[in-house]
């Protein structure tokens, strides 16, 4: 079994409507990421949780929220979808021990706002 | 500002030719640097992470190196399964990946 799950894998949408996606882990890590990936600008950071309690945000926050729900569910929604929310979006986690450790990610989520 | 550049954007090699690929940083403080494998329609996999200057490790196929400037990543003898987008990602704080665009390395047999 895949130890970060993302729901839906795919999901086609349209302008202004509420979205979530969603992610859980088993590998019982602490902190907790979403990025998304667009062609030519790679990965950018969009929230981040260091536990259920902790919520930042990225670098490109402004139309998106998460909802940290328990430690292995952190869910990021689209209030009012816009095209250029159009991407791929993944969910990662890292252990809490040491500030630097490497992030493992989830398969993805495809999102299509028309 | 701290930047990421990962060349070359694309790389196509022949079974067996060994070549390498480049990811040079300008970041205020370097905590560690990471290399990810990206096949198509999937997450990023996790390779190696490399902490100072100097610092080695190999993986199979591939070997990952750091000086202050830059990594490698080294591909001997490839194979058609290594052909994938290769993601390098420094980081500066412990909140804070920096991805760079990546490399797409295809193998031909």
């Known amino acids: 079994d895949a130890d970060v799950t993302q729901t839906p894998r795919n999901r086609i949408t349209k302008t202004g409507k509420r979205i979530m996606l969603e992610c859980s882990q088993t590998k019982g890590h602490d902190r907790m990421y979403w990025y998304r990936q667009d062609p030519g600008l790679g990965l950018r950071l969009i929230y981040y949780s260091f536990d259920v309690k902790d919520i930042n945000k990225g670098e490109i926050s402004d139309g998106y929220s998460v909802s940290r729900q328990a430690q292995a569910k952190f869910s990021l929604s689209l209030e009012s979808a816009i095209p250029n929310q159009t991407a791929l979006y993944f969910c990662?986690?890292?252990?809490?021990?040491?500030?630097?450790?490497?992030?493992?990610f989830g398969p993805g989520t495809r999102l299509t706002v028309l | 500002e701290d930047q990421v550049t990962q060349s070359p954007e694309a790389l196509r090699l022949q079974e067996g030719e060994s070549s390498s690929l480049n990811c040079s940083y300008t970041?205020?403080?370097?905590?560690?640097l990471f290399w990810y494998r990206q096949d198509p329609g999937k997450g990023p996999e996790f390779l190696f992470t490399l902490y100072s200057a100097g610092e080695e490790k190999e993986k199979e196929r591939l070997k990952a190196t750091l000086t202050k400037k830059e990594s490698f990543l080294h591909i001997t003898a490839p194979k058609p399964e290594d052909s994938a987008t290769y993601l390098c990602?420094?980081?500066?704080?412990?909140?804070?990946?920096?991805f760079g665009t990546g490399t797409l390395l295809a193998v031909q047999p």
């Open positions: 990602a420094v980081s500066t704080n412990p909140n804070k990946l920096i």
């Open positions: 990662a986690t890292s252990p809490g021990r040491s500030s630097y450790n490497e992030q493992f």
């Open positions: 970041v205020s403080g370097l905590r560690g």
